[in-house]
């Protein structure tokens, strides 16, 4: 257990990010109010970057998560965290929306991700 969170050093730290961000209550930004559908495109790029950094965390290390396991780990984190906003905190609230961007951020990490480890492989086997 010790040896993958070492493995991981970023996706530990995104990871405690995420989890922070989204249960601690944070202070409203006008500025931000102004942008439609902010908080989504927030989740969308959080969790894309976070999967992105697992994938190519997973390709340094000796054995590479599966596709499926770098896929389902942010889905999961994304679902408990809004779970735990609706029932455990009194600032925030869990919604199927945020969950829906968090997924879709997901994907796009993982193409991302994908793309990162033909590029590598491609330039490393000429």
């Given at each position: 257990m010790l040896y993958r969170l070492r493995s991981y050093p970023f996706t530990c730290l995104l990871g405690i990010?995420?989890?922070l961000l989204s249960l601690l209550s944070v202070p409203e930004v006008e500025l931000v109010e102004?942008?439609?559908?902010?908080?989504?495109?927030?989740?969308m790029v959080m969790y894309g970057v976070l999967t992105s950094v697992v994938f190519i965390e997973s390709l340094c290390g000796r054995r590479p998560l599966s596709v499926l396991k770098v896929f389902l780990a942010p889905v999961l984190?994304?679902?408990?965290?809004?779970?735990?906003?609706?029932?455990?905190t009194t600032s925030r609230s869990g919604e199927w929306l945020d969950f829906v961007a968090n997924t879709i951020g997901v994907c796009i990490g993982v193409v991302i991700g994908y793309g990162v480890k033909v590029l590598c492989f491609r330039s490393s086997s000429k």
């Open positions: 990010a995420i989890v102004d942008i439609p559908l902010f908080d989504k495109w927030a989740h984190l994304g679902g408990l965290l809004e779970l735990a906003q609706a029932y455990l």
